[in-house]
């Protein structure tokens, strides 16, 4: 019932609201050296290495899902530049595109990505999503723990490699708002795609509230003291709000007051093997036994395997909205947050 053929005859997941997933994003580790006031608890407990799914496993599971429709994967963390052994994962991802993967991603914070830059580019990636919240070194520092100087030249040797980069820069009230103005305008000078990103309740310790939020329409009302401002046409599965500032483009990602669940096209993987359909759910599918046996599963238990899948990815609700009401009715807790799922 649930895993649909295409006219190509690759089966794809999807969901009771008809959304087809084409996209995985794969969580390669908890860890992080920064400390994102958004994102890492205060005293986060860092999953052991050995709790880790290896490359080797993550590698047959990402061959599993692209013979089931995946086509775009991205590596995320935690982190990601952390573990060591991520460049060469990328490399071997090549070999999938024999069977219909089409694009490899990757979201950084850059704070290594000078040592790596020219390494990525040349095992294949794609293109690469930076964090950067503040031009403001002093506020950086409050933000993540760590210093803007590393990421600013990690940013330069991407660009210097040859990367396709985007900016993502998550706004919180009364902390980093004053930064959309310098954003914008340094964005303009990289010639870089900059997509600001409403504050979402996934920060490590469930700190977060309404009133912290930046919405797009304040986004917006900023970026029209300095620019002229017009609106792009919504493409495809991409949660992003697209507009033009004196012609250059620039994005929004507004997840709170513009919800894209309608058209939600992604699925995780967290490094210990926990399959999430939503963002936001509080239910995941635990598939780290079954990864670890992929390689020598027979053909009724890969049919198993895909099957509880299906099913759990079945039911993912319609969205934001849903969950939320679901949770609190069941008073339900997330059990998880952004540096274990990778955004
Ligand atoms: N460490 C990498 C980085 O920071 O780019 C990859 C992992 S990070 C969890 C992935 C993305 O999630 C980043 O763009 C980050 O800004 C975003 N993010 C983390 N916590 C968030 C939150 N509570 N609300 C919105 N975005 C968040
Ligand atoms: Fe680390 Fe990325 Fe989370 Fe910041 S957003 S703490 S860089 S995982």
Redesign the pocket.
Known sequence: MNIRMQPSNAPTFVDQFARHKHKLRISVTDR?N?K?L??MPEHPQWTSKKQLLSWDELYQFCDFMVRRGIEQIRI?????LLRHGVVHFVEKLQSLRAYGLKRISM???AHYLKTHAVALKQAGLDDL???L?SLDPIQFKQLTQKDLAPVIEGIAAAQAAGLKIKI?T?LIQGLNDNQILPLAHWSIQQQVLLRF???????GDQK?SRQQVVSEQEILNQLSQDFKLDQLRQTGADPARHYQINGHPIAIISTITHSFCDRCDRIRLTATGELYHCLFATQSLNIKAEIQQLHQLNVQQEQALTQSIATYIWHKKAGYAAIQQAQRAEQGIRKIS??M???
């Open positions: 992080c920064f994102c958004y994102c995320t963390g935690g982190e990601p979201t950084s914070n999503n930076i964090s919240d993502n998550v990103i409403e504050f979402m309740p996934l920060d977060w952004m540096h799922l990778g955004g």
